[in-house]
């Protein structure tokens, strides 16, 4: 079994490449909704604002926030344990950084490029109106993965793998990943701690697979 974890500037055609991988591959596709379903099934409906609004100092100490983190990192975990999934999710790669058996993915596009994206996709805004818009979106980001984290965005050193789409177009980047992946799976040595090591409550592991048989 295999994990891989994605990690998508926006507009970088991100989440495109990981949807084709997890066809390719035959594996699960895991994202906000998937994980917010399983979340949603322990009480936990803040999701949204603490995933989707802009964190700041104060958020580290905020006790609704933190235990919807808390709850995400256990998914995250879960899911990994159930294995052949993709994973696209803020933190995700950090939760999973001790396991060799998953492959961390970063796509990155110059800015221009994702500003020529998003004005394609959202032809009612102006070029003014479409820049501020893309750097709120990456400011989120990052904040999101420092205050929560303790990670800065563009570090690359977390990453396996790192394709830059202004350079190397989508699909080839899903064969990139595709076979980094097989590698990953013919490479790595069982004395290594392996997803298998993960130890997840039943109880949250059965809600996550019912999940996932849904898909």
Not at 110 to 124: D, G, K, V, W
Request: glycine residues 4%.
């Amino acid at each position: 079994m295999s994990v891989i974890t994605f990690s998508r500037e926006p507009c970088s055609s991100g989440t495109q490449i990981a949807e084709s991988v997890a066809t390719k591959l035959g594996y699960k596709l895991v994202g906000k909704k998937t994980i917010e379903e399983v979340l949603l099934q322990y009480g936990l409906v803040g999701f949204d604002a603490a995933y989707d609004s802009m964190p700041n100092f104060w958020t580290r100490f905020d006790e609704e926030t933190n235990q919807v983190v808390m709850m995400f990192n256990r998914v995250v975990l879960a899911m990994a344990k159930l294995g052949n999934v993709v994973i696209m999710g803020r933190g995700a790669f950090k939760v999973l950084a001790p396991y060799r058996d998953v492959l961390h993915v970063r796509i990155k596009s110059p800015f221009q490029n994702r500003l020529a994206t998003f004005m394609e996709r959202y032809s009612n805004f102006d070029e003014d109106r479409a820049k501020s818009a893309l750097a709120e979106a990456d400011k989120l980001r990052t904040s999101f993965l420092e205050i929560h984290y303790g990670v800065k965005w563009d570090s690359m050193s977390l990453f396996d793998l790192v394709i830059d789409t202004g350079k190397i177009p989508p699909r080839s980047a899903v064969s990139l990943v595709v076979k980094a992946t097989k590698s990953i799976r013919d490479t790595i040595s069982r004395d290594k701690v392996s997803t298998d090591s993960i130890e997840v409550d039943h109880i949250l592991l059965e809600a996550t697979q019912k999940v996932l048989d849904r898909q």
